[in-house]
């Protein structure tokens, strides 16, 4: 195997080894059984956006509203909650439902207008962050400091020890693993990233699944939000945009892993903890914020480089 | 109706749109059609026109096709990143706005270079490489600027922002002769129209003997030189650099150049397109907060337009061949 | 002896199991318009691509103008002075007319483009080197596809240096109005001394326009027309078949039973009024030129595009594709003539490709069984000697013929009964051919219509019941195989039978 093979093959995987190994050698924290398990539980949210993300990129398209699904669903559950006092599992599916409502606006425009995934959900990213802003006049938060305890557990609660909502993005993965990766949906879909002229040609309704695709991953991301808004106990728009980029990049990490390339739920999943990895490490090193900021940036752009550069090498 | 005069209906569309609010406007508001009101929608316009001729030079050379064509959402990012560069050295270390102009320059340059190494070096797709690039940038400005706003003073910057050339506005005098020269450099030279060629048609260009690569690659260093330049008038806005001000002009910037196209007579991006797509863009900005309307619905307002932009030219271009 | 400007001797270029050019000769006068014509696969496009460069030839000498070229390249071959018109037109869709005529090689002073001066060169070189009037500012979508073709040969010949001009399928896009425009411009060219290849299927065009002919058959030099007169294309097509019996195709043991598909009056963009009839156990051939509106017919067909009008039944009932989805749930199968493209998705798995119309089939709860998946794809191996046997293998790796086969054993497994077949063995070796063909047999022997379109006339002959023949939009002919000639079969394609001739 020449040099070029194993990077092309195992370049990202040996990056993240060495990071892993840099970090535990430079904190004595980083290594202990407590923080590894803070890595996960700060992943929770960006990992069930990013799950939603990969459902996309593995048909052939990008997501860039995802932020806005996220906020929406929020949104939609703390209003249900506080001005329609509902249970609290009626908010959650109110916020799902939210989140649904902006993946068929993407679906529209994609699937009826033909316009492209990057276009359309660029245009819904504006549109929907105006939208929020004016709902909230400026773009206040809307707090419920006396939301349902079970709501709230969501986000601070667990079962049998384990957070739920580590739970719960455990659950998103092994519904989407098996939805993607094992199931006859999955494979047309990937049939549609790959090739969609031949998978069109071979009876696969592409249209359709599009549509629900779109509205299916905006739906899924409406779920992070609710866990986010369970959290801080409020709604504060624009909160999803801040996850855009690392689920985008954990996604084509996670293709980079895959020995075909291929957007992957397993693969997402390591991307997703890796860059909880940097964002935990540089924490431990307690580095300036602003210094981090700049750092994961960085991290980011040189990984996603990585990762295109061994899909080229294969 | 035929298909091609439904096709001409459509591709109008939007003017007639925007028409109708620029009627709308100067009805509701009995000042909007006045002297003021034009040099005001022309200052506000300066930074979105510069980092919109920028963003037209990558479309037109990469091509309209927004996955697979040229796109560099990054601009705004190095105009937030040299304007605090340039903010920093002037106020914080007490250099020379020349020096600082410098440094701030070969800040962009390597952004450029990273973009076209990027896109074209590992054929990243434009919209993931500059997206991400643009995240990165943003980080690396908190770091200088410690996510503070920081004050400048310097005079060459106070003349920009309130000085008179011939009586008129410096930063508009000063944007104009930019954009003149960008016209002439993209529509009058051999190598302005090789740089159409290569996003016109790939295919074309190369069979013709033009080296596409190449050009793909100067159109990503130019973006990047363009967000230099308006860091400047940036600065001079907002008479110093402030945290939080990229995703606005973000989306003026794409907003302004797909107008443009929609504006211009072969319904493609171009540089006059940009142009008027931003002072029309600034135009609306200005006319909703003189009629009092929420700031926040000019951003969806905005949003939509876009779309109607957009959708309009996709049904469209079906039926053209 | 004429005075030799092109002269390309004992060429000879083979790729992995296919020798593509055999010791073959071209030669071009200087000032003549050679023809140049050979069925699909015969070799005239792979002498072309050694000509302009794009191959290497593994053997033979190019001389042009007496110098022999030491290297063949792209660039030294346009310095030379020659100059492609490729079928392609490669052109921006929203530049002028000057703007793509100029298009790498620009006029400029120091203060920039002399655009004033290039569009009077470019109108002056419509008006005297071709014949036409054409305004520099038009764009060049709002032009006609003969007027595009100008332009595209203006680019070419522009800057006065070229000697000799190669045409690929020139008129393949055009109307028979359009193509006078052509013509003239290509005789006004040979006024000027400008030596010309002419390649072409229409037989008509060839026998009107050029001054001799040479005929590729198998990658070999079937022929050379020192004359060619009005009359001259029954020769040339017996010189391009040749007398070979093909004993590739199987005894037809079928007998046609009711209609299942039937057509009557479609009309899309491309094809005009076309009605057609499959019945069950029958083989249905369409044959055309590239350019007839075979293909778009048969997109049209399975839903891949929308018409104008007309009427499509299935057994009787009236039905509306939006999507080749529809078709399929209505029991056709396609296989595309482009078979990397839109027949399988390369990077799957053969078994993944073989299941890919059937998913259902092979899951228990929508969650796909890999054991009846695999089951399913082995099985079709086997039926078909797909090879290699491995049916995980990745289907880019496979060779033309069995990835065809993939392609069919996708159907099979779906069990469509109106199979429709687009260019079924192009890019297939003689052996899986055979194979293919016993398969086609085979359906029609159990119950399938076939609707099979193809510009190889022997294959149609050897498979089908009866053939359609369209040319240029239309069904001009409707015969039957029984004692059917292949050169019969090429007159009515090329339009010999019944167009008048060009000049």
Same mark, same amino acid.
């Given at each position: 195997?020449?040099?070029?093979?194993?990077?092309?093959?195992?370049?990202?995987? /040996?990056?993240? $080894?060495?990071?892993?190994?840099?970090?535990?050698?430079?904190?004595?924290?980083?290594?202990?059984? %407590?923080?590894?398990?803070?890595?996960?539980?700060?992943?929770?949210?960006?990992?069930?956006?990013?799950?939603?993300?990969?459902?996309?990129?593995?048909?052939?398209?990008?997501?860039?509203?995802?932020?806005?699904?996220?906020?929406?669903?929020?949104?939609?559950?703390?209003?249900?909650?506080?001005?329609?006092?509902?249970?609290?599992?009626?908010?959650?599916? $109110?916020?799902?439902?939210?989140?649904?409502?902006?993946?068929?606006?993407?679906? $529209?425009?994609?699937?009826?207008?033909?316009?492209?995934?990057?276009?359309?959900?660029?245009?819904?990213?504006?549109?929907?962050?105006?939208?929020?802003?004016?709902?909230?006049?400026?773009?206040?938060?809307?707090?419920?400091?006396?939301?349902?305890?079970?709501?709230? %557990?969501?986000?601070?609660?667990?079962?049998?020890? /384990?957070?739920?909502?580590? /739970?719960?993005?455990?659950?998103?993965?092994?519904?989407?693993?098996?939805?993607?990766?094992?199931? /006859?949906?999955?494979?047309?879909?990937?049939?549609?990233?790959?090739?969609? %002229?031949?998978?069109?040609?071979?009876?696969?309704?592409?249209?359709?699944?599009?549509?629900?695709?779109?509205?299916?991953?905006?739906?899924?991301?409406?779920?992070?939000?609710?866990?986010?808004?369970?959290?801080?106990?409020?709604?504060?728009?624009?909160?999803?945009?801040?996850?855009?980029?690392?689920?985008?990049?954990?996604?084509?990490?996670?293709?980079?892993?895959?020995?075909?390339?291929?957007?992957?739920?397993?693969?997402?999943? $390591?991307?997703?903890?890796?860059?909880?990895?940097?964002?935990?490490?540089?924490?431990?090193?307690?580095?300036?914020?602003?210094?981090?900021?700049?750092?994961?940036?960085?991290?980011?752009?040189?990984?996603?480089?990585?990762?295109?550069?061994?899909?080229?090498?294969? | 109706?035929?298909?091609?005069?439904?096709?001409?209906?459509?591709?109008?569309?939007?003017?007639?749109?925007?028409?109708?609010?620029?009627?709308?406007?100067?009805?509701?508001?009995?000042?909007?059609?006045?002297?003021?009101?034009?040099?005001?929608?022309?200052?506000? #316009?300066?930074?979105?026109?510069?980092?919109?001729?920028?963003?037209? @030079?990558?479309?037109?050379?990469?091509?309209?096709?927004?996955?697979?064509?040229?796109?560099?959402?990054?601009?705004?990012?190095?105009?937030?990143?040299?304007?605090?560069?340039?903010?920093?050295?002037?106020?914080?270390?007490?250099?020379?706005?020349?020096?600082?102009?410098?440094?701030?320059?070969? #800040?962009?340059? &390597? &952004?450029?270079?990273?973009?076209?190494?990027?896109?074209?070096?590992?054929?990243?797709?434009?919209?993931?490489?500059?997206?991400?690039?643009?995240?990165? &940038?943003?980080?690396?400005?908190?770091?200088?600027?410690?996510?503070?706003?920081?004050?400048? @003073?310097?005079?060459?910057?106070?003349?920009?922002?309130?000085?008179?050339?011939?009586?008129?506005?410096?930063?508009?005098?000063?944007?104009?002769?930019?954009?003149?020269?960008?016209?002439?450099?993209?529509?009058?030279?051999?190598?302005?129209?090789?740089?159409?060629?290569?996003?016109?048609?790939?295919?074309?260009?190369? &069979?013709?003997?033009?080296?596409?690569?190449?050009?793909?690659?100067?159109?990503?260093?130019?973006?990047?030189?363009?967000?230099?330049?308006?860091?400047?008038?940036?600065?001079?806005?907002?008479?110093?650099?402030?945290?939080?001000?990229?995703?606005?002009?973000?989306?003026?910037?794409?907003?302004?150049?797909?107008?443009?196209?929609?504006?211009?007579?072969?319904?493609?991006?171009?540089?006059?397109?940009?142009?008027?797509?931003?002072?029309?863009?600034?135009?609306?900005?200005?006319?909703?907060?003189?009629?009092?309307?929420?700031?926040?619905? @000019?951003?969806?307002?905005?949003?939509?337009?876009?779309?109607?932009?957009?959708?309009?030219?996709?049904?469209?271009?079906?039926?053209?061949? | 002896?004429?005075?030799?400007?092109?002269?390309?001797?004992? =060429?000879?270029?083979?790729?992995?199991? +296919?020798?593509?050019?055999?010791?073959?000769?071209?030669?071009?006068?200087?000032?003549?318009?050679?023809?140049?014509?050979?069925?699909?696969?015969?070799?005239?496009?792979?002498?072309?691509?050694?000509?302009?460069?794009?191959?290497?030839?593994?053997?033979?000498?190019?001389?042009?103008?007496?110098?022999?070229?030491?290297?063949?390249?792209?660039?030294?071959?346009?310095?030379?002075?020659?100059?492609?018109?490729?079928?392609?037109?490669?052109?921006?869709?929203?530049?002028?007319?000057?703007?793509?005529?100029?298009?790498?090689?620009?006029?400029?002073?120091?203060?920039?483009?002399?655009?004033?001066?290039?569009?009077?060169?470019?109108?002056?070189?419509?008006?005297?080197?071709?014949?036409?009037?054409?305004?520099? *500012?038009?764009?060049?979508?709002?032009?006609?596809?003969?007027?595009?073709?100008?332009?595209?040969?203006?680019?070419?010949? =522009?800057?006065?240096?070229?000697?000799?001009?190669?045409?690929?399928?020139?008129?393949?896009?055009?109307?028979?109005?359009?193509?006078?425009?052509?013509?003239?411009? =290509?005789?006004?060219?040979?006024?000027?001394?400008?030596?010309?290849?002419?390649?072409?299927?229409?037989?008509?065009?060839?026998?009107?326009?050029?001054?001799?002919?040479?005929?590729?058959?198998?990658?070999? *030099?079937?022929?050379?027309?020192?004359?060619?007169?009005?009359?001259?294309?029954?020769?040339?097509?017996?010189?391009?078949?040749?007398?070979?019996?093909?004993?590739?195709?199987?005894?037809?043991?079928?007998?046609?039973?009711?209609?299942?598909?039937?057509?009557?009056?479609?009309?899309?963009?491309?094809?005009?009024? +076309?009605?057609?009839?499959?019945?069950? *156990?029958?083989?249905?051939?369409?044959?055309?030129?590239?350019?007839?509106?075979?293909?778009?017919?048969?997109?049209?067909?399975?839903?891949?595009?929308?018409?104008?009008?007309?009427?499509?039944?299935?057994?009787?009932?009236?039905?509306?594709?939006?999507?080749?989805?529809?078709?399929?749930?209505?029991?056709?199968?396609?296989?595309?003539?482009?078979?990397?493209?839109?027949?399988?998705?390369?990077?799957?798995? +053969?078994?993944?490709?073989?299941?890919?119309?059937?998913?259902?089939?092979?899951?228990?709860?929508?969650?796909?069984?890999?054991?009846?998946?695999?089951?399913?794809?082995?099985?079709?191996?086997?039926?078909?000697?797909?090879?290699?046997?491995?049916?995980?293998?990745?289907?880019?790796?496979?060779?033309?013929?069995?990835?065809?086969?993939?392609?069919?054993?996708?159907?099979?497994?779906?069990?469509?009964?109106?199979?429709?077949?687009?260019?079924?063995?192009?890019?297939?070796?003689?052996?899986?051919?055979?194979?293919?063909?016993?398969?086609?047999?085979?359906?029609?022997?159990?119950?399938?219509?076939?609707?099979?379109?193809?510009?190889?006339?022997?294959?149609?002959?050897?498979?089908?019941?009866?053939?359609?023949?369209?040319?240029?939009?239309?069904?001009?002919?409707?015969?039957?195989?029984?004692?059917?000639?292949?050169?019969?079969?090429?007159?009515?394609?090329?339009?010999?039978?019944?167009?008048?001739?060009?000049?």
């Amino acid at each position: 195997m020449t040099l070029k093979s194993i990077f092309a093959r195992f370049g990202l995987i /040996i990056i993240i $080894v060495m990071f892993f190994s840099f970090f535990s050698y430079i904190s004595p924290v980083f290594l202990t059984f %407590d923080n590894q398990v803070n890595i996960i539980e700060a992943s929770a949210i960006v990992l069930i956006l990013a799950l939603g993300m990969t459902l996309i990129v593995a048909m052939g398209g990008i997501d860039l509203s995802i932020g806005i699904a996220f906020d929406f669903g929020a949104a939609f559950a703390v209003v249900a909650l506080k001005d329609f006092g509902v249970a609290w599992y009626v908010a959650c599916l $109110v916020g799902v439902m939210g989140g649904a409502l902006i993946g068929l606006l993407n679906a $529209v425009l994609i699937v009826i207008l033909k316009i492209s995934p990057f276009m359309a959900t660029l245009g819904t990213f504006f549109v929907g962050s105006s939208v929020e802003r004016v709902f909230t006049n400026g773009g206040g938060p809307i707090s419920y400091r006396r939301m349902p305890q079970e709501y709230r %557990d969501l986000a601070v609660g667990d079962v049998f020890g /384990i957070p739920t909502e580590v /739970i719960i993005a455990a659950a998103v993965c092994v519904v989407y693993f098996i939805v993607l990766e094992r199931s /006859i949906f999955g494979k047309r879909i990937h049939a549609i990233g790959l090739q969609k %002229d031949a998978a069109n040609v071979a009876g696969i309704p592409v249209r359709r699944y599009m549509f629900i695709a779109f509205i299916l991953a905006s739906a899924t991301c409406a779920i992070g939000g609710l866990i986010g808004s369970a959290n801080i106990r409020m709604f504060t728009p624009l909160a999803g945009f801040s996850y855009l980029l690392d689920a985008i990049a954990a996604v084509f990490i996670g293709a980079a892993i895959h020995p075909k390339g291929r957007p992957n739920v397993i693969g997402t999943i $390591v991307g997703v903890l890796f860059l909880g990895m940097i964002g935990n490490g540089l924490n431990l090193m307690g580095l300036d914020f602003n210094l981090k900021a700049a750092l994961s940036g960085l991290i980011l752009v040189g990984a996603l480089a990585l990762a295109v550069a061994q899909q080229r090498f294969r | 109706m035929t298909q091609s005069m439904s096709t001409k209906l459509l591709a109008v569309f939007p003017i007639i749109v925007f028409a109708c609010l620029f009627v709308y406007l100067g009805v509701q508001s009995a000042t909007f059609f006045s002297l003021g009101t034009f040099e005001l929608i022309a200052k506000q #316009a300066v930074p979105t026109v510069i980092v919109a001729l920028g963003l037209a @030079t990558v479309v037109i050379a990469g091509g309209d096709d927004v996955v697979a064509g040229g796109i560099d959402l990054s601009i705004p990012a190095t105009a937030i990143i040299c304007a605090a560069i340039i903010a920093d050295q002037l106020t914080n270390q007490g250099n020379s706005l020349v020096f600082a102009m410098t440094l701030a320059f070969g #800040a962009a340059a &390597i &952004i450029g270079a990273i973009n076209a190494f990027l896109v074209v070096g590992l054929r990243m797709t434009p919209l993931l490489a500059t997206l991400a690039m643009s995240v990165a &940038i943003v980080g690396v400005t908190k770091v200088i600027t410690s996510s503070r706003r920081i004050g400048v @003073t310097d005079e060459t910057i106070i003349f920009i922002r309130d000085g008179d050339i011939f009586g008129i506005a410096a930063s508009v005098v000063m944007t104009a002769v930019l954009v003149v020269i960008f016209y002439h450099a993209l529509h009058r030279t051999k190598w302005g129209m090789n740089m159409q060629a290569t996003g016109g048609s790939r295919d074309a260009a190369e &069979i013709s003997g033009i080296l596409t690569r190449r050009f793909v690659v100067q159109s990503f260093l130019i973006a990047a030189f363009a967000g230099w330049i308006a860091s400047v008038f940036v600065l001079a806005r907002g008479s110093g650099s402030s945290p939080g001000t990229e995703e606005n002009m973000l989306l003026e910037m794409v907003l302004a150049t797909f107008l443009g196209a929609a504006f211009s007579p072969r319904r493609v991006v171009t540089l006059w397109g940009a142009v008027l797509g931003a002072v029309v863009v600034s135009a609306l900005s200005v006319g909703f907060i003189s009629i009092g309307v929420n700031v926040f619905w @000019t951003g969806c307002i905005k949003g939509g337009l876009i779309l109607l932009v957009v959708a309009s030219a996709a049904v469209a271009s079906k039926g053209r061949s | 002896m004429t005075d030799a400007l092109l002269k390309m001797c004992d =060429i000879t270029k083979s790729f992995p199991g +296919v020798l593509a050019l055999d010791n073959v000769a071209l030669e071009v006068a200087r000032g003549e318009i050679h023809g140049l014509v050979g069925e699909n696969g015969a070799g005239k496009s792979t002498i072309i691509k050694v000509l302009a460069g794009v191959y290497k030839a593994d053997a033979g000498t190019v001389e042009i103008d007496h110098a022999t070229l030491p290297e063949v390249t792209p660039r030294s071959v346009h310095d030379a002075g020659v100059r492609f018109i490729h079928q392609e037109l490669h052109l921006v869709q929203h530049f002028t007319v000057t703007e793509s005529v100029f298009m790498g090689q620009e006029e400029q002073t120091i203060f920039g483009l002399n655009k004033r001066v290039m569009r009077q060169k470019a109108e002056d070189f419509f008006e005297t080197a071709l014949g036409t009037t054409l305004s520099g *500012n038009t764009l060049i979508r709002d032009l006609g596809i003969a007027e595009r073709k100008l332009v595209q040969i203006a680019r070419a010949l =522009i800057d006065d240096k070229a000697k000799l001009v190669v045409f690929d399928e020139p008129t393949a896009p055009l109307t028979s109005g359009e193509t006078d425009k052509l013509f003239t411009a =290509i005789r006004k060219l040979k006024e000027q001394g400008i030596a010309m290849i002419y390649v072409s299927h229409y037989l008509a065009e060839i026998t009107g326009i050029c001054d001799r002919v040479t005929v590729l058959r198998n990658g070999q *030099n079937a022929g050379r027309f020192e004359e060619v007169f009005d009359d001259s294309a029954p020769a040339m097509i017996t010189a391009m078949v040749g007398r070979e019996i093909d004993e590739l195709f199987p005894k037809t043991e079928h007998t046609p039973a009711e209609p299942r598909l039937e057509i009557e009056g479609l009309s899309a963009d491309k094809f005009e009024d +076309v009605s057609l009839t499959v019945h069950r *156990n029958e083989i249905v051939g369409v044959a055309g030129l590239v350019g007839s509106g075979r293909e778009d017919l048969i997109d049209t067909i399975y839903g891949l595009s929308k018409p104008h009008s007309g009427t499509l039944k299935i057994d009787g009932v009236a039905q509306k594709f939006h999507a080749p989805a529809d078709a399929v749930s209505a029991g056709i199968a396609l296989v595309p003539r482009d078979r990397r493209h839109d027949g399988l998705v390369l990077d799957m798995s +053969v078994s993944d490709n073989i299941n890919l119309a059937a998913l259902d089939a092979v899951s228990n709860w929508s969650l796909e069984s890999r054991r009846a998946a695999n089951t399913v794809a082995t099985d079709m191996s086997e039926t078909l000697d797909i090879r290699p046997r491995n049916i995980a293998a990745t289907s880019r790796l496979l060779s033309g013929g069995n990835q065809q086969k993939v392609v069919l054993g996708r159907w099979l497994n779906k069990g469509a009964d109106i199979f429709i077949l687009d260019e079924p063995t192009v890019g297939v070796d003689v052996g899986a051919k055979v194979e293919i063909y016993q398969h086609i047999e085979n359906l029609a022997q159990h119950g399938v219509s076939v609707l099979v379109s193809s510009s190889d006339p022997g294959e149609l002959i050897g498979l089908c019941d009866r053939i359609l023949v369209m040319l240029r939009g239309k069904i001009v002919a409707e015969v039957s195989t029984a004692n059917l000639g292949v050169d019969e079969l090429v007159a009515l394609t090329t339009g010999g039978a019944t167009r008048e001739a060009a000049s």
